[in-house]
């Protein structure tokens, strides 16, 4: 339903809400990144036939003080292959013949907190090859931003307000205190004076957490997406948000020294038989994670990510930092009609831009006069897609005429 400046999802989440987060099978073979991004090409660190263990670097940084990106698996480094993945578009990845990969489990207990320096926070993200879920940004570099931005509150993205995603509810109903230690190791680093962790949880799992965490962390926000508000403060007020998954990987780091190897993802659906949230090795072929949920790739549309944001993907492809839902689909998108001028797209689009417009501009190629409508201010939400009655691919339309014509994750860009 759309709203003034976003939409009212239907809530999808189901039985996978309710479900703990559980460790999937050692998978056979694995596909891992060198470099993400606009990173300068790695080189592997070690030779073709090498036993690389897990936790070791599987790339050579360019330069110091860049981030590690660690092994997932203990496995033989058989190939290096190109790679065109429909998130992260064009990468060179390193393929290994899995030999040994026991999959960590989540229930370490609470330790004392040392007095880490905030120096020594940061350092622990970047040697942990910590991705921020939230927006796919290495989450050192994050830290190192916020703090020299003065940031004075740090909110805890849980809310997963799309409407299938359940990652990271299923982590903080199930770990609450190492999420929360997380992210206050997170906020010592920069400076911020108060933390919170946004939610959009039912009564009975609020109430809970509560009790557990006190009743001034949690911040359910409004139901509306996308989400523009994290924390309860005054819209002038600076705040820094990074993903709860994030959070638990520092906690990790930290107390455990474990590296970012691993990350959940909810494998839901009306083709997924076992809706679960899965504790998945980065690199994962994605066709692991159906079998897992008895599921057939064969009899359904695969979705890397979810409704409003994720892309049709093959179940070769892996699962990689950033990735926190998967959807199989009985039905198949129906073909794109013509638009007739409702204007939905433009009352449910959080920036005020006027996506029918660009995109009738856009298919026109009247170039020209793209300026005017500034595309480039979309972020990707996808609001605009799914209220179209006529199943405009219009979040697409809008990126190429920003000219984004790039095949990647677009990750919301406003934190607040």
């Known amino acids: 339903m759309p709203l003034h400046g976003g939409i009212a999802p239907a809530f999808q989440k189901g039985q996978a809400l309710f479900r703990p987060v559980v460790p ?144 990271a509810p299923a982590l ?98 009306d083709a997924v038989e076992r809706p679960q949230n899965l504790l998945v090795p980065y690199g994962t072929p994605a066709g692991d994670l159906l079998a897992a949920c008895g599921a057939d790739a064969g009899k359904g549309l695969l979705i890397f990510g979810d409704a409003f944001t994720g892309v049709p993907g093959t179940p070769d492809l892996p699962v990689l930092p950033g990735m926190t839902c998967l959807l199989l689909m009985k039905e198949q998108p129906a073909a794109a009609g013509v638009c007739i001028g409702c204007g939905r797209c433009a009352h449910a689009c959080h920036t005020g831009l006027l996506p029918y417009e660009i995109a009738r501009r856009y298919e026109n190629m009247q170039y020209a006069r793209l300026p005017a409508l500034q595309p480039d201010r979309c972020d990707g939400c996808g609001a605009c897609a799914a209220v179209c009655p006529a199943r405009r691919p219009l979040t697409a339309m809008v990126l190429q005429a920003a000219g984004s014509g790039d095949v990647v994750l677009e990750w919301r860009q406003s934190d607040d």
């Open 24 to 167: 999937l099978a050692v998978p056979r073979q694995v596909w891992l990144p060198l470099a993400y991004g606009t990173d300068a090409a790695r080189s592997p660190a070690c030779e073709i036939g090498d036993t690389v263990m897990r936790g070791r670097p599987i790339s050579v940084p360019e330069q110091t003080g860049e981030p590690v990106l660690p092994c997932s698996v203990t496995g033989v480094l058989t190939d290096i292959r190109p790679l065109t993945h429909p998130l992260y578009g064009v990468l060179s990845c390193a393929v290994l013949d899995v030999t040994d990969a026991p999959v960590p489990a989540w229930d370490a207990p609470t330790q004392p907190d040392p007095p880490f320096t905030a120096a020594q926070i940061i350092e622990a993200a970047r040697l942990a090859g910590i991705i921020d879920e939230h927006d796919g940004i290495p989450l050192f570099e994050k830290l190192k931003e916020a703090a020299d931005s003065g940031c004075t509150v740090l909110a805890a993205d849980a809310a997963a307000p799309e409407p299938f995603d359940c990652a």
């Open 172 to 269: 903080l109903t199930q770990h609450p205190e190492p999420c929360l230690t997380g992210l206050q190791a997170a906020a010592r680093a920069v400076g911020a004076a108060e933390t919170y962790i946004s939610v959009y949880l039912p009564g009975r799992l609020r109430r809970q957490l509560k009790r557990r965490l006190g009743p001034k962390v949690l911040y359910q926000i409004p139901p509306v997406y996308p989400v523009r508000r994290f924390a309860p403060v005054r819209d002038d007020t600076a705040v820094c948000v990074v993903g709860l998954q994030a959070c638990l990987a520092l906690y990790r780091a930290l107390y455990l020294c474990e590296p970012a190897c691993t990350g959940v993802v909810t494998v839901t659906g």
